[in-house]
């Protein structure tokens, strides 16, 4: 789960880490008030959870109130790669001397976090990757004085500045550990003209698996930003992610899943249907009921970009039969006849593809392989049928 | 010999009577007696103990249950917010081999585990995975018996439903399986790709590998160096999530592209580097197990 | 340190651990207010820092408020084991079914904490020492689930109670570890008629060298429960504890300072003077100045027990120069002409000699070796010069 | 050689510019060039780096220290409310040899640091100890250098001035010490008495041993026991504290008879039942090394 740039500041400012005193508005008038009250030139932010919002127009720095306030209005429900700006903040323009960076992640390979600094943050920081400074941290003591006078040290920071840095590095420690955070990052963390360090803009990414003890941010969480019909998908407790292709797909299991995405892929280039691709990933999970089936196959055909849809299970804990049933009760009642391919495989998988045999639709048809399962599905979205390939 | 199980196993259930724990139970000990094998020695579950569930005895502790039945293996099946302590609890009792079945366990309570892994030797597979196979000796897990027949080759996966596809793929075409391990899903695990290869290059039962991968992290390109300098015998991988956005969970907790970091090219790169024919789709491993290395 | 029963129970109260509702008296008029508002079946218990009150009559069942004065009024005065009560708690009489044992104590051969669980608490706990039953707790972590799971299996706590003593394990190793404690115990943690589990008696003990982040508990330190003159050594930053003995002792260094004492003892042993023993124990510690010295000595001439003083410096940090210097401002002021016998070894330990010998003091004298220091010390204390032993 | 430390150790000093630190670096160096050996070879106090100090250079972390001296081993003469992170400094940087001066550290952090040297495979000495001294070879802590001279006998104490009592009482017999090594006083310490032992029984120069103990803990049971199945060479012990009443600290943290545990009795009895001589007093400690064992 990603906060917002302001709900992170929010946070940052809780464990006394410096932050420009702005506002949060979701109207234009809003906006007015807050830039009148921080003297007119300031900056506006939209505030979506995807990078580079200077480059589409999300950041805009204006002389007035009423620039402000027309700013807010252009950005306010405008999209950003795919994502309605709901919210935008404004802070009074900071006068920047130097861009340095900060943050604590897990780094998976020594599967520990990690925190790192650089002398160069902002737009810079990638540029300069060498220059990062990263020390381990320990999961039960958090981060150690030395290091980060080994941080310190190793971005050359000047000594007047060190006690500043040091209660920054620790409070982003604290917040990253009490808040079960992925990732806690300051870019840039500004040295202002009057020799403060202020975290000029933040990302916070929390442990989905670790909500459950926090309560708090659970509660911050902007459904919002989602699209809707992954919001259907997670009240069905289905792990559901839209994409740009026109064949959906439902599998149990993730690692399948992505699979059967990339064998669509595969199949399509094989065919010369280089268009064709992958709707949707749907990691049915492990023993899906029969009511969970048929909301993931709702959610599916809700998008209007679906022809066809491929069904692969193979079950362990997952069964068969019940798979088959949530199919039919909603391909039963559709007007749609988009074309539904089932493989099924494993558990009750002969009592789930008996039930369909039974239930003679004639676009709900199924396949032995995985691989005939996708050509077929590949062959419907294009438009012929198998029998038309041969 | 397979390797980490086989039928000298003494292996317990933790959550021996909850709705998972009891369906695979189940599992297991009908895989047991259908390939006469030994079955599970005995479960845990707080509060439960003196109870008998389907023919084995339940106890309150591992401890109690470690003593009473001699077990060196524990199965995991408690529920997320309750699986730290388990893994603890049979650490604490000296428990040898642990799998962990649950998922969503929070990574900083994994990373704390894995200290102290390190500090008492137990070697854990898991989180988040379906456990380990050494068709015809022994079932730890909840991965299809049906899906696997006894062989020479070792699969090693972080992925579920998708080794089940491969296996099922193998034994299809009649090339059986050594032992299969999934090292689960989840960014912080126990046992790694490597560990497992280094079991598989050292067990005289097992004649080939094959390596599942998934995007994020950079477990693949890890083995891929491993492969390349310690490995003597052949290895053919598959990596899912080439069509994967990045910054986008895909299910797993650990397949996720971060900062274009595990992406689908690098993986598939490094283990092509390292002389390991890649597959484009699972049922394309069979045939490339049995092409000339 | 040690905390009071009252103060440890107010502890645990703030941790959840259920405890009686009593009440802290410092004059009788108060303990028979409060006794009143419980209805004056109460217990009436002194509040003093050692064990085995209840043999001196530091506790009292009574029935009614004006027997709860009677009893304060004896208590609040009187010293048991040489320490003063200033205070008396006043608590409901209990109905108690049965009376078992928790405490979280650090485990020295281990070097890890260790909980304590016993189905036989209060006095009877020692008598059954096999039914304990103990876990190591990691320092990091603190105590596991599976840890409370064991112990309350061990001591074969009835089904229905584990959740009450799930909760006051967990409390009681938070309160442990939080407070910086050595140990925390509850004893007994009583089975009451009403099926509640109470903490009935508690001690707590906190580490010393963690009082520095322990404010709130270095605020509560009952200095009164100190003896005067080892207050005064504390304030001067000198380790001294008064002990039974007549001839005083001053040295650098904890295990030299008790075998110092050990070797007076032998002495005076083997001369025959089984009365004679050391008067305290006073660690200088290292790189002791002249003032420290100054008041080391004042202390132990205060005590009007001492009829000799051994002085025992190996110098190392300690400048023997120092020692001397200090050691000679009160000898030189003092009207007493109590022996001081001074062994100097180590730095500066022949200017310090040369100090003693050139002041010229007819009661302070300079000796070679310990074994001969401490028997002219003894020799003194026991009235006879060293001349006059040969 | 000597155990510990000798001739070749490369040592740096943490705190090198603070009150304590600055006095026995001058200390070490005078003993160094007394006796020939090789001194410091550097020192780490925060802000400082790039100075020099009685000739060695000061860094500001030891990562660095080490990196330009290739330090070995590091004494720490940090006050106790930063000592903590000194010894995890030391720890992180791969130091393998630390001693810890400093007094007054809690016994929870010192619970810690146990763990993380348990993964790391560092030594540590103390904290609240001496330190320690290989006469004529090598001088690490504040142990007075003219108590000593080199010799076959090893020291191993709980104890500070006590030990220098001993090792005096020895010289002026014209007995020498191998290796003389402070413990420390606290409860919760780095290496034990047994730790040590082990290495005098291994190290070819040693032929006999002084264990000098304290009331307060188990250490010396512990080591009793050592003694009897794993010593060969003769050990000679004594244990202050025989009048010290219990439940009172006796100066040091560690230095404690609680719930009749660690009493002078047990101890005692414990080392003469291991056939170790136990001397009434230091000053006797001589002529029973020198007797017919």
């Known amino acids: 789960m990603n906060l917002h740039e302001y709900q992170a500041k929010q946070l940052f400012a809780r464990y006394g880490i410096p932050v420009l005193n702005g506002g949060v508005a979701t109207s234009p008038q809003e906006a007015y008030s807050i830039a009148k009250e921080l003297g007119g030139k300031v900056v506006v932010k939209a505030q979506v959870l995807t990078s580079g919002r200077g480059r589409s127009g999300g950041i805009r720095l204006v002389h007035s109130a009423e620039e402000a306030r027309l700013s807010a209005e252009h950005m306010l429900g405008m999209s950003i790669a795919g994502l309605v700006i709901h919210k935008v903040i404004i802070e009074p323009i900071a006068d920047i001397t130097q861009e340095l960076y900060l943050s604590v992640v897990n780094d998976r390979s020594a599967r520990l976090p990690v925190i790192m600094a650089s002398a160069t943050g902002g737009t810079l920081l990638h540029k300069v990757p060498e220059k990062v400074i990263r020390e381990h941290l320990d999961p039960d003591l958090g981060l150690h004085d030395f290091q980060v006078r080994q941080l310190a040290n190793g971005i050359h920071l000047p000594r007047h500045l060190w006690a500043a840095f040091t209660r920054i590095a620790h409070a982003l420690s604290r917040c990253f550990f009490e808040n079960d955070c992925t990732l806690a990052e300051i870019n840039p963390l500004a040295l202002m003209g009057d020799g403060q360090l202020v975290a000029l803009d933040g990302s916070i990414t929390v442990d989905d698996n670790a909500l459950f003890r926090q309560p708090e941010l659970f509660e911050r969480r902007d459904w919002l930003a989602e699209h809707p019909l992954e919001i259907r998908a997670r009240e069905a407790g289905l792990s559901y992610i839209r994409l740009d292709g026109d064949i959906g797909c439902m599998v149990n299991g993730a690692g399948l899943a992505m699979t059967s995405m990339d064998i669509i892929k595969h199949v399509a280039a094989r065919f010369g249907f280089e268009h064709c691709g992958a709707a949707n990933f749907l990691d049915l999970g492990g023993g899906a009921r029969a009511d969970q089936v048929a909301a993931g196959l709702r959610v599916i055909l809700a998008d209007p970009k679906v022809k066809a849809v491929l069904v692969n299970i193979f079950g362990g804990i997952t069964r068969g039969d019940e798979v088959a049933r949530g199919l039919l009760s909603v391909a039963m009642l559709s007007n749609q006849q988009i074309p539904i391919i089932c493989r099924l495989v494993g558990t009750n998988a002969e009592a789930g593809r008996n039930l369909i045999l039974d239930a003679k639709l004639p676009h709900v048809s199924l396949a032995t392989t995985l691989i005939e399962a996708t050509e077929r599905a590949v062959l419907a979205a294009g438009g012929l049928t198998h029998g038309d390939s041969r | ?293």
């Not at chain 2, 917010?81 to 603890?88: F, Q, S």
């Not at chain 2, 080939?208 to 310690?230: N, W």
């Not at chain 2, 986008?248 to 090219?265: D, P, Q, S, W």
């Open chain 2, 1 to 293: 010999m397979a390797i980490l199980a086989d039928r000298h196993t003494r292996l317990i259930v933790q959550g021996i009577t909850g709705r998972e724990g009891l369906f695979h139970t189940r599992q297991m000990i009908a895989y047991g007696l259908e390939h006469n094998a030994p079955i599970l020695v005995g479960g845990v579950t707080p509060g439960r103990g003196g109870e008998w569930v389907e023919g084995v005895p339940v106890f309150d502790t591992v401890r109690e249950a470690r003593e009473a039945t001699g077990a060196d293996a524990s199965i995991i099946y408690v529920p997320a917010r309750y699986a730290t302590d388990a893994l603890y609890e049979a650490v604490d009792a000296g428990i040898s081999l642990i799998v962990c079945i649950t998922e969503g366990i929070p990574i900083r309570d994994m990373m704390r585990v894995r200290q102290r892994l390190a500090l008492s030797g137990a070697r854990l597979i898991g989180p988040n995975c379906p456990g380990l196979l050494s068709p015809g000796e022994a079932k730890i897990g909840i991965m299809p018996g049906l899906a696997a027949i006894p062989g020479n080759v070792g699969i090693v996966s972080r992925s579920g439903t998708l080794t089940y596809e491969v296996m099922y793929a193998m034994t299809r075409n009649g090339i059986g399986q050594s032992t299969c391990v999934g090292i689960g899903g989840d960014p912080v695990c126990g046992l790694g790709f490597t560990d497992v290869l280094q079991m598989f290059e050292e067990d005289p039962l097992t004649d080939k590998v094959v390596l599942i991968g998934e995007i994020g992290g950079e477990e693949e390109e890890l083995a891929a160096s491993f492969v390349r300098d310690h490995m003597t015998k052949p290895v053919v991988a598959f990596v899912a999530g080439k069509t994967a956005p990045e910054g986008r969970r895909m299910g797993h907790a650990g397949a996720l592209i971060e900062g274009g970091m595990g992406t689908h090219k690098s993986k598939v790169e490094a283990l092509a580097n390292a002389n390991i024919r890649v597959a484009d789709h699972p049922e394309q491993i069979p045939e490339l197990l049995v092409s000339n290395f």
